[in-house]
């Protein structure tokens, strides 16, 4: 079974709404959220953008700006500029009033991660929003068993099970989920106070953490 891999995986929208349940839903309240906390004449960072659906689905003047270091990189698009970047190292983020991270610092380097915050935390306008969100570990073992199983009974309408393993056994050696708290710690010592919890599905998490 060919090994699975962000820069050679086909459909990857409809792979992700696949994989993660109600995952449309959460892009269309990303969207909702963020007219909130745009302003004029800031920027809008998409940090491991993918194909850059997030981005392209806001409408509005301002400059979005999307970081990735898969191969499927998008085109630019309209006021979206797209750059292969590498987000373990240093990154630009200026003049932003939102930047996302969608399911995307699980995939960093567990030592890189705070540095990532604190990057997102400059580059924010006062009173802008980061917009993260990750799969976490629960705590408990047992409700760590119970949201994953259920999970994967979910992952079955669309995936065979021999799928579904291969996949886990290959994203063990790229993504590194925490806990929740762990990932509220990271955002609270990169100078964020106002955090709250925004979505949930088995063990995917959505954050807003205002600067």
């Not at 705070?114 to 802008?128: I, P």
């Not at 996949?167 to 063990?172: A, G, I, M």
Request: aromatic share 14%; proline share 1%.
């Amino acid at each position: 079974m060919k090994q699975f891999s962000f820069d050679t995986i086909e459909n990857f929208d409809e792979h992700i709404n696949k994989s993660i349940p109600n995952y449309d839903i959460l892009l269309k309240s990303i969207n909702s959220i963020s007219q909130y906390f745009i302003s004029k004449d800031s920027r809008i960072y998409d940090l491991g953008c993918s194909t850059g659906k997030l981005l392209k689905s806001l409408d509005n003047n301002n400059i979005k700006i999307g970081y990735d270091e898969a191969l499927l990189m998008p085109k630019n698009h309209e006021n979206v500029t797209f750059s292969k970047v590498d987000l373990n190292a240093d990154f630009e983020v200026k003049d932003a009033s939102v930047v996302y991270s969608i399911f995307t610092m699980q995939f960093l380097n567990i030592d890189s991660r705070q540095n990532y915050c604190e990057t997102v935390y400059r580059g924010l306008k006062k009173g802008g929003a980061f917009i993260l969100c990750e799969k976490i570990f629960q705590e408990s073992g047992f409700l760590q068993e119970v949201l994953s199983f259920s999970h994967y009974d979910y992952k079955h309408k669309h995936f065979t099970s021999d799928e579904i393993i291969s996949k886990e056994r290959d994203l063990r050696y790229i993504m590194k989920p925490l806990s929740y708290n762990d990932n509220i710690e990271l955002l609270k010592k990169a100078g964020f106070t106002k955090i709250t919890q925004f979505w949930q599905s088995y063990n995917f998490i959505g954050l807003i953490a205002i600067k």
